[in-house]
């Protein structure tokens, strides 16, 4: 059997009183695809995002960030930096996009006040 490359067990995620993510587990070898399929807003985005250490979990976690630090194997700064990278990216874009609405709602006249 092929070795694991990537664990979850029981991956969960609050956001205030939501409940995001709840008990999420899973396990991918070579050649497998993953695919996660679902209404909106039922935590995909949310996964995806503890898996790629976007976002913290709460306990107990994903198992492949458990093993490198269990194995002291240093932190790679190089994906670590394009996750960094990436997350500004989408939040330029978000700021972007949201001036932009409020712009053409002010010339519509949709916001009054602001």
Known sequence: MEPVLLEA???RK?????????GVSLALRPGEVLAFLGKNGAGK???VKMLS???????????????????GAPLDPAPLFLSFLNG??????GLFLFRRAVRLAKRRGLLHGY
């Open 9 to 11: 067990q029981g991956l």
């Open 14 to 22: 609050r956001f205030g009183a939501l409940e995001a993510v709840r």
């Open 45 to 47: 985005t949310t996964t």
């Open 53 to 71: 250490g976007l976002l913290l979990p709460l306990a107990p976690g994903a198992a492949l960030a458990r093993r490198m630090l269990a194995e």
């Open 88 to 93: 500004l990216v989408y939040l330029g874009v």
